[in-house]
């Protein structure tokens, strides 16, 4: 498999001094952002805010309190903001600083990692091998962290030299923090603490990672860094951008823009969890896309009892950015199914289920399209 077209570096045609934007990256009418924030004074908006020091600590009082915290969050949002979640602040500083590095590289030293759409490992410039496709303005670096089996460090840039060691460390300490999230949601749908880390493989638990660059953009207001989507595995957890708030979230009919507080991560829930999970096996090619998985698999486990969030990224005309994710999703070839204890005649399985190697498939072939997918799974109910 090839990319249908020539792929053109975002970057580079930002920094060429365009004023206009090619057509290929233009949005329709009803896709394009609110960049003013409109949204936000037709509401008061809470977004939610967790500390989740109590999560770690041994007050009972104290870490149900914060259980019930996150459990709103993911029932009434699909994401929250984390702030003292055990990652290092100059950690995450250190991995920001040194992606930017990266993509301030020269263009050839960046192409030699330029990648294909058969895994998205490495450099590239698109989602979706559709030939005229409209695209996202972005350019991205996409690695495999685990399972260790697939981690294969000499696809990770070299350059800069401290590259692939603040990779490895953040992502290990992110993973800890995964790992913690999965319980604490677990507890909250009455499963054992380890039943969602259990369904998603356990210690063949998938995870990707993400370095996204934003150039800037002529005409922001007509275009987008990542189209609306939902992520189609079991959460992501996002260090946003530093200087401008991009992320927008769907809420209630509204595109809410989140303004990131300093040193947080932004969790959120994939679909893979708004079902409920029960887990058999069969056997697809790892090697489709990894990507697009992970929202899928949390809301199909909770059987919409949490839910997955349509989310999408701005872009700025004065300001570039660097966000960086990690994905965590079900082992490829498990299929996803509603967990037997959260199906009642009262609340029967709301969703079809499928392995994560089937189901991302689309996002790889299409790109963002926001809840397609997911709601194409939906069971037809009277």
């Not at 489709?288 to 839910?307: D, F, G, P, R, W």
Request: aromatic share 10%; charged share 20%.
């Amino acid at each position: 498999m090839s990319w249908p077209e020539q792929v053109v570096r975002v970057q580079s045609l930002s920094e060429s001094g365009i004023h206009a934007i090619p057509n290929q990256y233009i949005k329709p009418l009803t896709e394009r952002p609110v960049l003013k924030l409109r949204s936000q004074f037709h509401r008061h908006v809470d977004i939610p805010l967790i500390d989740l020091h109590n999560l770690f600590g041994k007050d009972p009082v104290l870490h149900l309190d914060t259980l019930n915290r996150i459990s709103a969050a993911c029932r009434d949002w699909g994401f929250f903001q984390a702030v003292n979640h055990g990652v290092s602040h100059e950690l995450m500083s250190r991995a920001r600083q040194v992606w930017r590095d990266f993509f301030n590289l020269p263009l050839e030293a960046k192409q030699e990692y330029a990648n294909a759409p058969t895994t998205y490992e490495g450099y590239g410039s698109r989602l979706g091998v559709e030939k005229g496709a409209v695209l996202d303005w972005s350019d991205y670096f996409f690695l495999h962290y685990l399972p260790i089996s697939l981690r294969n460090q000499s696809k990770w840039p070299d350059q800069p030299s401290c590259c692939r060691e603040v990779v490895a460390e953040y992502g290990c300490q992110v993973v800890k923090l995964c790992k913690t999230l999965l319980k604490a949601m677990s507890t909250d749908l009455g499963l054992k603490e380890e039943y969602i880390e259990n369904a998603f493989g356990g210690d063949n638990m998938g995870a990707c990672f993400r370095a996204n660059f934003y150039p800037k953009c002529p005409q922001p207001e007509l275009t987008l860094g990542l189209s609306s989507h939902s992520d189609p595995g079991g959460i992501t957890i996002l260090l946003p951008d530093r200087d401008v708030a991009r992320l927008q979230v769907l809420n209630d009919g509204d595109w809410i823009t989140v303004n990131p507080v300093p040193d947080s991560l932004i969790v959120i829930i994939g679909d893979q969890i708004q079902v409920p999970l029960v887990v058999s096996f069969s056997f697809y090619n790892y090697w489709y896309s990894i990507h697009c998985i992970h929202v899928y698999l949390i809301q199909v486990m909770s059987n919409a009892i949490y839910k997955s969030v349509d989310h999408r990224v701005t872009v700025n005309s004065a300001k570039d950015g660097v966000s960086l994710a990690m994905f965590f999703n079900p082992k490829s070839d498990l299929v996803i199914e509603a967990a037997e204890e959260l199906v009642s005649e009262e609340r029967p399985a709301l969703y079809e289920a499928m392995t994560f190697d089937h189901y991302r498939v689309h996002m790889r072939m299409k790109g963002p399209c926001g809840k397609k997918r997911l709601e194409s799974l939906k069971f037809n109910t009277p």
